[in-house]
């Protein structure tokens, strides 16, 4: 249902930029919202930005990456990307897209319905 891409095993100097990819191919929903998270050995999944398919629903932007990243979508293609500027060795961390039955752009990983395979992205110092 989804597939994310991009720079496999992306490796990049603090400071630098990467762009990720998630096609989500075989969506029958009108109303969803997808977007990015990411997750550390040991740690929770992390929200980062969300989008609504609907012009009625919200973006969500985590404070740790406000500024920095940004998402956005081809609703044509059913793909969404994610752009990483500045990033800080804190960024290091496997990345998934997600998508919820939602327009509520939660961006809480709890309430995602599908998930992306994971794409590691690691920023050297």
């Known amino acids: 249902l989804m597939s994310s891409s991009g720079v496999w095993g992306g490796l990049v100097q603090a400071g630098g930029s990467l762009r990720l990819s998630c096609v989500a191919s075989?969506?029958?929903?009108?109303?969803?919202?997808i977007g990015w998270f990411r997750q550390v050995p040991g740690k929770e999944r992390q929200g980062l930005l969300c989008i609504s398919s609907s012009s009625l629903g919200r973006t969500y932007v985590d404070d740790s990456v406000k500024g920095r990243f940004t998402i956005s979508s081809d609703n044509a293609k059913n793909t969404v990307y994610l752009q990483m500027n500045s990033l800080k060795p804190e960024d290091t961390a496997v990345y998934y897209c997600?998508?919820?039955?939602?327009?509520?752009?939660?961006?809480?990983?709890?309430?995602?319905?599908?998930w992306g395979e994971g794409t590691q992205v690691t920023v050297s110092s």
């Open positions: 075989g969506l029958t929903f009108d109303d969803y919202s």
């Open positions: 997600a998508v919820e039955i939602t327009i509520s752009a939660t961006c809480d990983a709890e309430a995602m319905d599908y």
